[in-house]
């Protein structure tokens, strides 16, 4: 599992500009590197703009076409799978931000909060509107990048806050102004929804805490409380509840079972399998 945003902050593979712990990132990725075993997952929320060529990213709960012009949201978290789906590279600009930043682009412009009762729940990726307001936006920022000296810092940080201000002042966008009102609504990420959202990636516990902004022993103590149970007995069950679906549903292979659910291997996955169900995955999946 690789976590895409240490790979780009650790290489000098892509044309980047970082201040007060936003990224912004002009990404090639090359049509031959495309392989559907790739999963990538984040530690931090980000904007991504397709620039040209087109992807198909899948997550657990749907499927989304990725293509030039397009613009999402995605939490942080994991895809399930992303692959060409033409011929050619795909380009896109990512901005990466903190919940942190977010709050505080809120708080400093006073913007109103969705009621938490009115509130929606919104899928990992949450697909944007490209309006002109949006497409001029992310040119202008295209433009630093063709430059040779940097954009100054304080520059990059308005930037940042002219994109959130723009889209949340705008009703089209009402799914990620409600998943931006819980977050700000929260002390901190809630345990729950990022496990519940993220059990089926093969991350370590240390890569989960990570991902609930929590050390490991605050995030294995609070894991306890809210689930009752310990994080790798937890993510052991909802891997095989989730496996035991696609066995019942999909003409899925093992291997791709195995590697979807979440397990490191076809051994482990089929002895825990045997283990919970008392039968291996081969044998349930002809007799269903």
């Known amino acids: 599992m690789v976590n895409i945003q240490d790979f ?3 290489n000098n593979l892509f044309k980047k500009f970082e201040i007060d712990q936003l990224l912004f990132v002009e990404i090639v990725c090359p049509v031959e590197q495309d392989t559907t075993a790739n999963k990538l997952w984040w530690h931090n929320n980000f904007f991504s703009y397709a620039i040209a060529g087109e ?3 899948k997550t657990l709960q749907g499927e989304y076409v990725f293509k030039a012009g397009d613009c999402i949201f995605a939490k942080k978290g994991s895809i ?3 692959h060409h789906i033409k011929q050619e590279d795909f380009c ?6 903190p919940d942190d930043f977010i709050k505080s682009v809120f708080q400093k412009y006073k913007i109103p909060l969705i009621a938490s009762g009115t509130t929606e729940k919104t899928d990992t990726l949450i697909p944007l509107i490209t309006d002109d307001v949006l497409e001029v936006y992310f040119h202008s920022l295209l433009t630093y990048f063709r430059q040779s000296v940097p954009p100054p810092e304080t520059l990059l940080k308005l930037k940042f806050e002219e994109l959130l201000v723009n889209i949340i002042s705008n009703n089209a966008h009402r799914p990620l ?3 931006f009102s819980t977050l700000c609504t929260s002390v901190k990420p809630s ?3 990022i496990m519940e959202a993220n059990y089926f990636t093969n991350l370590s516990l240390e890569e989960y805490a990570r991902l609930c902004t929590r050390s490991l022993s605050a995030f294995k103590e609070e894991f306890g409380r809210i ?3 310990t994080p790798g007995k937890w993510l052991q069950d909802k891997r095989l509840e989730y496996s035991r679906y696609l ?4 003409d899925c292979s093992i291997n791709e079972i195995c590697e979807v659910s979440g397990f490191e291997n076809r051994s482990h996955f089929i002895r825990v399998f045997k283990g919970k169900y008392g039968i291996t995955p081969g044998k349930f999946n002809i007799q269903k």
């Open 8 to 10: 780009i902050g650790k």
């Open 55 to 57: 992807m198909v990213l």
């Open 80 to 82: 399930v799978s992303a």
């Open 92 to 97: 896109e600009l990512r901005i990466f931000v």
């Open 177 to 179: 102004k409600s998943f």
């Open 191 to 193: 345990i729950k929804e």
């Open 227 to 229: 689930f009752q149970t």
């Open 247 to 250: 066995l019942e549903n999909t």
